[in-house]
T-cell receptor, first 115, second 111 residues
Framework: KAGVTQTPRYLIKTRGQQVTLSCSPI?????VSWYQQTPGQGLQFLFE???????NKGNFPGRFSGRQFSNSRSEMNVSTLELGDSALYLC??????????????FGPGTRLTVL | GNSVTQMEGPVTLSEEAFLTINCTYT??????LFWYVQYPGEGLQLLLK?????DKGSNKGFEATYRKETTSFHLEKGSVQVSDSAVYFC??????????FGSGTQLTVLP
């Protein structure tokens, strides 16, 4: 099976712009989670989607949003970019079992640089 | 809330040395525990996992045992190779399906 794919791999934006990142999960996986990785804060959970519904959300401002499509592909959007949004954004997928935690498989990430 | 505390790095070892990276956690309930590895410029790769107390996860010569009494999940390898150089993350996942990560430990193995 193909792994989790993320596009684009690299992005450069300027402050105030908005950005959309895309994630395609492993075939058959219905749950997609997003994480932000920075040198200062480490890996932090953004949100999780399952069957097109947000099931869980981390402690990030409303500028960070996401959605999931019927084919389980997911996008996250960051509006009004700030310098501090520069990070590696990682997407992970699981088969989304409804009974407890599953193993999450990660994509290669999108490196966002905000100038 | 949940938290994971990892041994501070960086760790530098010679090839064939024994590796231990300490990991302790705080969580309510019975979380699953994971070790992920990140190579430069890449995402996270699952290294091993354990889902209940006394389970031992193992992969590629790495091992870790879920110790509920000490809330620990230490990573060990008997003989490291240069190719093991990477950043290692300990993580837990609870019923909310949200991974909580440690700060990561940079491992460098010298030939």
């Amino acid at each position: 099976k193909a792994g989790v794919t993320q596009t684009p791999r690299y992005l450069i934006k300027t402050r105030g712009q908005q950005v959309t990142l895309s994630c395609s999960p492993i075939s058959g996986h219905r749950s997609v989670s997003w994480y932000q990785q920075t040198p200062g804060q480490g890996l932090q959970f953004l949100f999780e989607y399952f069957s097109e519904t947000q099931r869980n959300k981390g402690n990030f401002p409303g500028r960070f949003s996401g959605r999931q499509f019927s084919n389980s592909r997911s996008e996250m959007n960051v509006s009004t970019l700030e310098l501090g949004d520069s990070a590696l954004y990682l997407c992970a997928s699981t088969d989304g079992g409804l009974e407890g935690p599953d193993t999450q498989y990660f994509g290669p990430g999108t490196r966002l640089t905000v100038l | 809330g949940n938290s994971v505390t990892q041994m501070e790095g960086p760790v530098t070892l010679s090839e064939e040395a024994f590796l231990t990276i300490n990991c302790t956690y705080t969580a309510t309930g019975y979380p699953s525990l994971f070790w992920y590895v990140q190579y430069p410029g890449e995402g996270l790769q699952l290294l091993l996992k354990a889902t209940k107390a006394d389970d031992k996860g193992s992969n590629k010569g790495f091992e870790a045992t879920y110790r509920k009494e000490t809330t620990s999940f230490h990573l060990e390898k008997g003989s490291v190779q240069v190719s093991d150089s990477a950043v290692y993350f300990c993580a837990l996942s609870d019923s909310a399906r949200q991974l909580t990560f440690g700060s990561g430990t940079q491992l460098t193995v010298l030939p």
